[in-house]
T-cell receptor
Framework: DAGVIQSPRHEVTEMGQEVTLRCKPI?????LFWYRQTMMRGLELLIY????????DSGMPEDRFSAKMPNASFSTLKIQPSEPRDSAVYFC????????????FGQGTRLTVV | LAKTTQPISMDSYEGQEVNITCSHN???????ITWYQQFPSQGPRFIIQ???TKVTNEVASLFIPADRKSSTLSLPRVSLSDTAVYYC????????????FGTGTQLKVEL
């Protein structure tokens, strides 16, 4: 398996624009996580899904952020409208099953909002 | 979720053994202890997980005392490539799946 695949790797956008980050988890994995990492706040869990169902989105900073998982092999994290303070590295991770703490992370998407 | 406390940073030299201790005084009966490693510009990588006593794999050892209020990640004979941030996580493996990372320990290995 190629591991968790995220796209794009880098994204530069202007404030106010919509941004969509994509993630393909490892085949057969039933849990998916979205994280955001900055120097100031470290690695923050935004939302996680079990069996394509959002379980906990308490980490999503505001209504501008939304995440979907339409099927077991694809998830998106959307920011609309984007703001400079959203600049960060966004990671997607997947694990075999709910409660399994060995998660595999993608390479991340570095988002810069200017 | 049990809160964890780790040193912010540690320095070592190549060939030495490094021990990173994590405190988790409020660990619950069903909680497991998991450690991750993160290199710059990469996502975290699972290293090891344990519940009690000692766990060893090809990368590291994890020591957990009987009261489980702390744990120690041991890296034998570190090299420059072990320079990374190490995170300790505590949580229940069944049911809820909230993998929450703390601030981690920045390990710097020098020649």
């Amino acid at each position: 398996d190629a591991g968790v695949i995220q796209s794009p790797r880098h994204e530069v956008t202007e404030m106010g624009q919509e941004v969509t980050l994509r993630c393909k988890p490892i085949s057969g994995h039933n849990s998916l996580f979205w994280y955001r990492q900055t120097m100031m706040r470290g690695l923050e869990l935004l939302i996680y899904f079990n069996n394509n169902v959002p379980i906990d989105d308490s980490g999503m900073p505001e209504d501008r952020f939304s995440a979907k998982m339409p099927n077991a092999s694809f998830s998106t994290l959307k920011i609309q409208p984007s703001e400079p303070r959203d600049s960060a590295v966004y990671f997607c991770a997947s694990s075999l099953r709910p409660g399994y703490h060995e998660a595999f992370f993608g390479q991340g998407t570095r988002l810069t909002v200017v | 979720l049990a809160k964890t406390t780790q040193p912010i940073s540690m320095d070592s030299y190549e060939g030495q053994e490094v021990n990173i201790t994590c405190s988790h005084n409020n660990i619950a009966t069903n909680d497991y202890i998991t450690w991750y490693q993160q290199f710059p510009s990469q996502g975290p990588r699972f290293i090891i997980q344990g519940y009690k006593t000692k766990v060893t794999n090809e990368v590291a050892s994890l020591f957990i005392p009987a009261d489980r209020k702390s744990s120690t990640l041991s890296l034998p004979r570190v090299s420059l490539s072990d320079t990374a941030v190490y995170y300790c996580l505590v949580g229940e493996t069944g049911g809820g799946n909230k993998l929450t990372f703390g601030t981690g320990t920045q390990l710097k290995v020098e020649l």
